[in-house]
């Protein structure tokens, strides 16, 4: 039986099924201990008055299996804006059916679309089905790059830094 993959984009009364999403990739992490995320939280940052991400369904047959998290970055160096992939996920009954690939070339056809010059994204060292994936998409592993983040109190105290 050949199956439909398809892409849409998430709706506002969708938020409990982006949330099961986050949850979702968050086990497969091993993360799942490090989300907080509310529906009401997720409803304000997505659809509120200031959205700051977009999310994207990847879809077998109308049916969501996969979905994508992503907002807009800027690169000083092209002087444009990009397109930054803070989540993807496929589930793992539907992976091998081109819903993370349909996924990923929706995400560039909409950078190229809006006039952005990349489209990134991190991939943890451990998933080497995810790094062969994207090697064979043709993304380049910017192995000389490492991720830095302030968060928590560590945020709130460099927040308070008075030199």
């Known amino acids: 039986m050949n199956r439909s993959v398809s892409v849409r ?3 506002a009364h969708e938020v409990a099924l982006i949330l099961g999403f986050i949850r979702e990739l968050a086990d497969f992490e091993h993360l799942a201990h ?4 509310t529906e009401a939280a997720l409803r304000q940052a997505l659809y509120g008055p200031r ?5 994207v369904f990847g879809c077998v047959d109308g049916e969501a299996v996969g979905f994508a998290l992503y907002f807009h ?4 160096f092209l002087g444009r804006p990009g397109l930054y992939l803070e989540d993807l996920f496929v589930r793992p009954a539907a992976r091998g059916r081109g ?5 990923l070339s929706w995400l560039a056809g909409l950078a190229l679309e809006r006039g952005c010059g990349r489209l990134e994204w991190a991939v943890l060292d451990w998933n080497e089905a995810a ?3 994207y090697r064979k998409l043709g993304a380049e592993l910017k192995e000389e790059w490492k991720t830095c983040r302030v968060a928590g109190r560590a945020l709130e105290a460099l927040a308070a830094r008075v030199d």
Do not use: D
């Open 9 to 11: 984009a998430a709706e």
């Open 34 to 37: 490090e989300v907080v995320a």
């Open 73 to 76: 970055s800027f690169s000083t």
């Open 51 to 55: 959205p700051y991400a977009e999310v």
């Open 131 to 133: 790094i062969g994936f």
């Open 99 to 103: 819903v993370g690939g349909q996924l």
